[in-house]
């Protein structure tokens, strides 16, 4: 019910569309244009993992097959459910038993534009993080192995493993299961955003609000974090949010200095990818840039500033990917 | 991404198709043709709840809708997900924390069709049936006060309850849930099967085989009660499958004649349901076969038999519905 082929058409132009348009055009903001970069529709692919159709189709399949669960029905679009941001609009991930656990489910999109996933960065790429909510737990609660013995079950999956892994001996493997998620993931991203736009050069794109929220910004001091064309600069800071006790990276490292810092988080859609915070505790976006200001700025932004920044966030909100709903062996 | 007028359309047209195109072809089965009705592009659509774009649209997104789950994360399309046949392919239904049903999950695919709904048929439409599993404290555990409350929240279904039922005063109530949700199932049915085609004049959409399969299906009685558009009378029938103690339609009468007693299921797309039975205890087609054939008929069918009826099955799934993977508030 999709168009099957139209990622492979948009990233053979995509190298086209990141060239500005906005040379010649001025509303008076281009010094606060100049510092922002639109979205790329497709995010650096890893010379390892090259992003193959027959990968895709692969990945696009797992994401959505709960039978790699223990309880036969969670799968990764459980918590990232397209619906909902690819995300899961509660505060904390919800999964096996009903399980809850102490984080707020990022979204996928755009996040192989992340240069570490995870709110603590554990892994380095979207290879590194495919596994982990299967192997979890409080998530999927499945062995890697059954996950792997459960796929071998079904002739359909031997046969698009053997088609996305041709020289594979045994294509069915964690690894391949790794890479053919990732490579799904990579897929879904959300150019055009009416800010894109903007950035290219059209100057309607944006109204008067939503231009004063980006020059305001730039100017508290948003961007030095919340840079690149993913909004965040991959890197861990120190945040204590209200109700959160989550000592963040630490538990990755064992190192003092990592203690409560949090990967910044991609703003790209963050108009639908409510709640907010680590702990999922924020409900609005309001809320959310308020405790931003006074916790990482040490600044109470009157409320004008935050409904500008606000406005100007929800012009972050790009189109939504295409994807299959698979039919699933 | 998909055709959202193209089921209004089809309702159109499904008069015509109805007509059977055969009358003058014949490949020495016609007797048997002719005892077999195809499937309807659409079910009767009840005087009281006429089936409109708004409803059919509202509908959709709240069969997609995990937050009329207590836990957030459970919608309709958890356990009747469209990957897997509009079902879930696990034994026994799994909901709110992880509690297993006693019962397998039937597929929403035609079930319009049906005459009565759930396994012990104790509501009689999909009205009656749509609001069942919210409440249910195994699957999605929310009151329906709070379902109301919670959709309330968001002025996107305020508009969309509003546009379905433009009468009301209080648009989002239980009763439109229910009308809403049922109006959408209404929508999955799955036409143009190969046995639909071959109904209808394409002597060569089954092969001989599954023309023996038909065959052996008439002559050994499972017409009887898998009659009709949908392969089921919608009436109850006495059985106890391998590994059940559920009394069935008797939890709903209490008359002791109704021990053990479940409605019949539909055959439709029932190579694509698995696994199979009220308890889900048959995992393929081939068993299934040979257990209804021992239990409801008495009779031992032999391998070739088997295959042959299991392959006419298979002809029995159709083409799946469109539907909306919805951007939900």
Known sequence: MQHKTSWIAAI???????VSLSASADDGFADYRERFEPLPHFPPIPADNSLTE???ELGNMLFFEPRISASGVISCATCHNPALGWSDRIPRATGHDGQIGERNTPTVLNSGFLESQFWDGRE?????????????????????????????????????FAAAYPDDEDPISTDNLAKALASFQRTLNTP????DRYLRGDLDALDEQEKRGMVAFVDNGCAAC?????????NFHRIQVPGSTDVGRYEVTGEERDMYRFRTPTLRNVGVTYPYMNNGAT???EEA???????????????DKIDDITAFLHTLTGEMPEFEVPALP
Chains 1, 2 share one sequence.
């Open 192 to 195: 055009n955003s009416p800010f």
């Open 12 to 18: 053979g132009a995509s190298a086209l569309l990141g």
């Open 124 to 160: 380095p790429d979207l290879e590194g993080q495919a596994l982990g909510p299967i192997e979890a737990d409080i998530e999927m609660a499945m062995q890697l192995e059954h996950a792997i013995e459960r796929l071998t079950e079904f002739s359909l999956y031997q046969e698009k």
């Open 289 to 303: 840039v308020a405790i931003m200001g006074s916790e990482m700025l040490g600044r109470e932004f009157e409320v």
């Open 283 to 285: 409900a609005t976006l």
């Open 226 to 234: 919340h840079s690149g064309p993913a909004f965040t600069d991959s």
């Open 54 to 56: 027959e990968k895709v």
